[in-house]
């Protein structure tokens, strides 16, 4: 257990909906990090955030967003959903704000379907 | 584009023997590398990293290396273990700008035997 917790760990649901995917980093982590998994691109970063405000931004959509609120959880919310959106979400956490990479825990993942 | 190619997708070992995962890259301006392992119905765990100051970087049974001039790395695992057997993902960054993006390979599935 990383101590990072991710919340659903399932969501179904069709084409055009929105989805909103919350991530809790462990006790005393200030970053975090969203990323998505897909069979065909693999794992991509998407967006880190550190203390409230976005510090990273990777191959991230439009339709995409994402916030840190002051208790430092984090929401990921994805828009007008396509099929090629289903897809494992991975949240991870760390203590630093810069690029911390090799001191980030990530979480078990919420896995979206998109039908 | 790609920018950090695993160009096997598997790779079979027997235990106690090494497992050589192979990493390329395309981009000059990537100095630290890192590998991670996945787990079925896990997150990835971070397992160990390398800067472009370094060849080599070990950690137990683990060993990174690192050639710059031919843009690859490798991580050697020595002697593997069938609790190995999970997916491998390199992946690289420029740790000089701020606000960077890490960037994946798409993994390596390592398969551990006894």
């Known amino acids: 257990d990383s101590g990072v917790t991710q919340t659903p760990k399932h969501l179904i649901t069709a084409t055009g909906q929105r989805v909103t995917l919350r991530c809790s980093p462990r006790?005393?982590?200030?970053?975090v990090y969203w990323y998505q998994q897909s069979l065909d691109q693999g794992l991509q970063f998407l967006i880190q955030y550190y203390n409230g405000e976005e510090r990273a931004k990777g191959n991230i959509l439009e339709r995409f967003s994402a916030q840190q609120f002051p208790d430092l959880h984090s929401e990921l919310n994805l828009s007008s959903l396509e099929l090629g959106d289903s897809a494992l979400y991975f949240c991870?956490?760390?203590?630093?704000?810069?690029?911390?990479?090799?001191?980030?825990?990530f979480g078990p993942g919420t896995r979206l379907t998109v039908l | 584009d790609q920018q950090v190619k695993q160009n096997s997708p598997s790779l079979s070992v027997q235990e106690g023997r090494i497992s050589i995962l192979n990493c390329d890259y395309t981009?000059?301006?990537?100095?630290?590398f890192l590998w991670y392992k996945k787990y079925p119905a896990e997150g990835p765990t971070f397992l160990i990293s390398i800067s472009s100051i370094k060849d080599k970087n070990e950690d137990g049974r683990f060993t990174v290396f690192l050639n710059k001039s031919a843009k690859h790395l490798s991580l050697h695992i020595v002697p593997s273990q069938p609790g190995d057997s999970a997916v491998y993902f390199c992946a690289a960054y420029n740790a000089q700008q701020a606000g960077t993006a890490l960037i994946f390979g798409k993994g390596t599935t390592l398969s551990v035997s006894s």
């Open positions: 006790s005393g982590d200030l970053s």
């Open positions: 981009n000059s301006m990537f100095d630290y």
């Open positions: 991870a956490s760390s203590v630093g704000g810069g690029s911390s990479y090799n001191e980030q825990f």
